[in-house]
């Protein structure tokens, strides 16, 4: 067979593949002018993007009189800089407004506030110490980034991770020579020492951007490397020490990804996943064509004497992204499946997303989606969206960018549409059409749904945070199911239901979540509903 037979017969092939198997792919922006290497959705159904400075000019210009000296930068002529860095789309026109951001946020971090500000801090360069804050507003206005002045970090982060704590503050965990946590607003005390991330650093560090989950008994589990601890902020101390977790490094440069299942019930218990990774020595070999790795850990990390419970997924698999989709299953898209994390240090692009479903039989839990067909390789990011679709932004594994290589800088944004956005299950996909604005911890209200056909069971009401999406991991993801009552009819195709708001901070922090009705696995448009005392 030539060549030219059997490229024909992969193309027909993978077309065959695409169109029998779930989910469905759609250009959103066919051009950002950005590569993003943040993103995070705000409550007025806008999303933040974010690249970093000191990389020459993008494809999207600033305001006039918005320009941005930087002299330090190789590839701006006079030193100044005339292009946006970060831009804000609007979800409803598919519209980009461009953002100023003024200090370098190349591999910074990030979290919402109680408010919906979104704090962001750390970065390279001018941008290490540095704390900026975006308060969103509605897309017809004009809100901008807000360089801090008067506060700074107590150490500078590079490759850190963001998490909203119970009251509402914010813990800074690790970066780059960083094994240290300080908190926003500032405690008078500083940065604290985090001994575990130095013992786990190993000659090509994998202990950067530490995953993070905030437990239901506010304790913090934190997994960096191979290992995971139980940590009480409020004590410096390590409360546990987890079982190592086999295969091979996690975090970066080696990192898969992880999420923390959704939280339910009585909230009493929490459980963990880490998939995928990079092979020890692919970073430092520099060798794109190492095979990443497939296995996945699963650990019930409130229990004291849990093991993790290993299991494989399709693909091998570096860089993906792991987004909790409303239903509580996750969904595994982005990435590669050879190489490692860094500048132009991967290869094989794993196009296949992929579905986690918690509930389901060990060696059943996952199922292979509908591939892209854009390579989103070092860089990328996932977002869940408020109609139930995932944002896919980003890929610029190169140093400045470049377009003419075989794994492009990325400027295109994509949706991907679960299964569950099909075409033959809009007859059971609820209509959420009142839901208070406000809640407060354990307050029992109700909402009102509609419905095509006549509900069968429960409706579920979900709450998903909006995290803050880098470097393969959403930083402040979690996923709330509510106690709720049956659905009981009010009219032709109308339910009222009654809820019960998470009992406090601890199981959900305060802030703006996306609020879910999920009927037999469709979830509804989120309306946006803030939490707190």
Known sequence: MTPWNLLLLFFFGFQAARSALPGTWELVVPDAGIASMHTAVTHFNTVVLLDRTHIGPSRKLLPEHHCRRSPSDPLLRHGRDCTAHSVLLDLQTNTLRPLTILTDTWCSSGQFLPDGTLLHSGGDLDGWKKIRKFTPCDANLLCDWEELEDVELSQGRWYATNQILPDGSIIIIGGKASNSVEFFPPRKSGAA?????????????????????????GQLFIFANTKAVLYDYNTNTVVNNYPILDGGPRNYPSAGSSVMLPLTGDYSSATVVICGGAQYGAY?????????????????????????????????????????????????????????????????????????R??????????TLNPGSVPRMYHSTANLLPDGRVLIAGSNPHYFYKFSAEFPTELRIDAFSPEYLSPDKANIRPVLVDVPEKVGYGEVFTTAVTAELPVVGVIEVNFASAPFSTHSFSQGQRLVKLTVTSAIPDGAGSYKITCTAPPDGRV??????????????????????????
């Open 284 to 356: 430092l070999e520099r060798t794109t064509d190492t095979p990443a790795h497939g296995s996945c850990g699963r650990i019930e990390a409130t229990r004291p004497d849990s093991v993790w419970e290993m299991e494989d997924m399709p693909f091998g698999r570096i860089m993906g992204d792991m987004v909790m989709l409303p239903t509580g299953d996750v969904l595994i898209i982005n990435g590669a499946q050879a190489g490692t994390q860094g500048f132009e240090m991967a290869s094989q692009p794993c196009l296949f997303p992929v579905l986690y």
């Open 358 to 367: 918690p509930g389901e039989p060990i060696g059943l839990r996952f199922m």
């Open 193 to 217: 020492k985090f001994p575990f991330l130095g013992e786990v650093e190993d000659n090509q560090m994998d202990n950067l951007y530490p995953y993070v989950h905030l437990l239901p008994t």
């Open 508 to 533: 959900a922090p305060p802030g703006y979540y996306m609020v879910f009705a999920v009927n037999q696995g469709v979830p509804s448009i989120a309306r946006w509903v803030q939490l707190g005392s």
